[in-house]
């Protein structure tokens, strides 16, 4: 029996900006955790760029989405940031506003950078 408890559509959600700016001296790869154990390829940004996602929050449940080809809400748990090519061993989370309700801002941006005696990517957060 396929399952059934699959969102379509944007109805009831907000629009919500996500930026990335890369302020790293290599390229910047992000990725978006996705329930159920999938993961997507947000992006990678050449070093001084930014990426700019698309995410859907409801307000009922606080959960800020992607969408599919099918325009599928696919819920987002956490967004990855690393540098190219060795993503795993430097990327940093990004901190999403999970929250029910209305959002008090339409955008979120963060600037990554790097840092640490062992680099890691560190993204702080700024709304719009």
Partial sequence: M??????HGT??????TLTVE??????????????HWYSQSLDQVAP????????WHDPETGVLNL???????????AIWCGAAPNFSATRGRLSLPIQKDALPFTGI???CTMAGDAPRTTCDMATD
């Fill in 67 to 77: 969408m599919n080809a099918t325009d599928d809400r696919m819920p987002v748990e």
């Fill in 109 to 111: 941006s963060y600037v």
């Fill in 22 to 35: 890369n302020a790293l001296d290599a390229t910047l790869t992000c990725e978006a955790s996705l329930a």
């Fill in 11 to 16: 109805e009831g959600a907000t629009e919500v």
């Fill in 2 to 7: 396929p399952y059934s408890g699959i969102i």
């Fill in 48 to 55: 001084g760029g930014a990426l700019q996602v698309s995410l």
